[in-house]
């Protein structure tokens, strides 16, 4: 197997705080890998660091095959082959969901108008969107607007997909719909990188668990020796409060 | 949610205390010792009546400037503003310049700014140069204004979520197909009311250019009441810039409104 996305001694910080403190991480082809911690642990910078939404301050990344934090490296193209989804959704609110779908397509890959809403459509219908298709995004549940958000990161075709704790936003009666569609999209065999707060989930979907702590990632591996059999102290504390809190 | 019965009441209570207000107002002014020599040269309805023709005409002028004027400041304030969100050192001396720029205008009187155009740039007798006092009138206020108006739009950009631009550019959107789709279309929304405020006090600076000699409906208003030693003009001039704003502000209404309503309807 190929390796989709290679992170090395990856180093990354903001001002005085060293969030990211030297991660080595490879995910390959058609893997699902999960990473956990706990907030501040540096989930969210990683996968941003991924998207070259933040300059790294040291290491590298690799995207299959391509060194993306190269300098001289169309960073436009590359986040084209890179999905993310947020945690606040972060869709466009003057624009329908067609529009919010078909909008990079259009625009970055330069598809003609037609096929960029059929496709959309497509994805819409898959995901049992289409009859929001002419909503505004202030009229659909959090749950529809966060399914919205991961149909128009899936529209440009990711190669990667990255998901920043998309359900930590959500009502717990709307998680479902939202981790229903991942689960699918793992079954269709895309590589995902998903920063999550779901034990259960990760534990259901992932084919590897890592956990991140103060900036470098302590222990991984599968979900079921992670998740039950910690070797870190660290880990099996983290673990300990997620038990307290009822949601392991 | 008030009941309709609440909803009649208070609709009553406004109408009355409006009236009653009024009254006493209009009591108390008519009550006043000069009141008789200030109806006589102030509200004269006759010299309303003579004086109105003449400043209505004049008034196109202030039309004519208050709209070209404004197509210039929408386009340059957006240019200006967007020059001041460039990111990156690269784009200092752009940053620098449109701050300086919007200092200085906001700065200096606009009648200083007018008069040291209209009267000054005519005066170094190029050829290419126009000598029209207008022409220099409405230059004066679209730098004044540009300026302004800069200051109204960067608010609407800065006032969008970073995270909206983050979520463009991670779709593989350029710097500038962010702006364009995503970042200021948001903006300019947002700021629709305080464009409008703008605009309503441009309409009333059009007044201004009356000080370099083009007749406008202030100048003509002026003429008539040193003609007539009557004050009435002033106040037909004062009727009509009010007669162009109401509606104006109505229609911003309505567009605030209209945006409002779309983004809340559900899909056909």
């Not at chain 1, 910080?13 to 080595?24: A, K, M």
């Not at chain 1, 793992?186 to 779901?198: F, P, S």
Request: aromatic share 8%; glycine share 6%.
């Amino acid at each position: 197997m190929s390796e989709a996305l290679v992170v090395d001694g990856v180093r990354k910080s903001f001002g005085q705080l060293e969030v990211l403190r030297g991660v080595d991480l490879a995910v390959e082809e058609h893997e699902v890998v999960c990473l956990i911690g706990a907030s501040g642990s540096g989930k969210s910078t990683l996968l941003r660091c991924v998207n070259l939404l933040e300059p790294i301050d040291e290491g590298r990344i690799v995207v299959e095959g391509l060194e993306i934090t190269d300098r001289g490296v169309d960073v436009n193209r590359v986040r084209r082959r890179i999905g993310i989804v947020f945690q606040a959704y972060n869709l466009f609110p003057h624009m329908s969901v067609l529009a919010n779908v078909t909008l990079a397509p259009r625009l970055a890959l330069r598809m003609p108008h037609a096929q960029a809403e059929a496709e959309a459509t497509t994805l819409l219908g898959r995901f049992g969107l289409a009859d929001k298709r002419n909503d505004y995004p202030d009229r659909l549940s959090g749950g529809q607007q966060q399914r919205v958000a991961i149909v128009r990161a899936l529209a440009m075709k990711p190669d990667l997909m990255l998901l920043d704790e998309v359900t930590s936003a959500l009502d717990p009666e709307l998680v479902a719909e939202v981790l229903e569609v991942i689960r699918e999209l793992a079954a269709a065999g895309m590589t995902m990188l998903i920063a999550t707060h779901e034990m259960s989930f990760a534990r259901d979907i992932a084919d590897r668990v890592c956990f991140l702590d103060e900036g470098v990632i302590l222990e991984q591996g599968p979900p079921e020796q992670i998740l039950s059999e910690p070797k870190e102290p660290r880990t099996q504390q983290f673990l300990q409060r997620i038990i307290e809190a009822g949601r392991l | 949610m008030t009941s309709a019965g609440e909803g009649r009441r208070g609709v009553t209570v406004a109408v009355l205390s409006t009236v009653v207000f009024f009254t006493l107002l209009a009591v108390a002014i008519t009550h006043a010792p000069g009141w008789p020599e200030v109806r006589r040269t102030f509200f004269n309805w006759n010299q309303f009546k003579s004086s109105m023709p003449e400043i209505s005409r004049a008034f196109l002028l202030n039309v004519k400037i208050f709209m070209i004027a404004e197509a210039f400041i929408l386009v340059l304030a957006l240019l200006l503003a967007v020059v001041r969100s460039l990111p990156g050192p690269v784009f200092f001396p752009m940053r620098a310049l449109g701050i300086a720029y919007a200092d200085f205008f906001r700065g200096v009187p606009t009648i200083l700014v007018i008069a040291l155009l209209g009267f000054g740039a005519p005066a170094l007798q190029l050829s290419w140069v126009p000598l029209s006092t207008t022409f220099w009138g409405i230059v004066a206020l679209i730098l004044v204004y540009t300026a302004y108006v800069s200051e109204v739009y960067r608010a609407g950009i800065e006032s969008v979520h970073p995270s909206q631009d983050a979520a463009a550019r991670s779709l593989g959107l350029s710097h500038w197909q962010s702006l364009r789709k995503v970042v200021l279309p948001q903006a300019v929304r947002r700021v629709i009311p305080p464009l409008l405020n703008d605009f309503i006090g441009l309409q009333k600076d059009t007044a201004l250019v009356g000080f370099l000699g083009s007749v406008e409906a202030f100048k003509q208003s002026q003429i008539d009441a040193a003609a007539t030693f009557n004050y009435t003009p002033f106040v037909a001039a004062a009727v009509l810039f009010v007669a162009l704003t109401i509606p104006l502000a109505r229609f911003t209404d309505w567009l605030v409104l209209r945006d409002r309503r779309r983004r809340q309807a559900a899909g056909a």
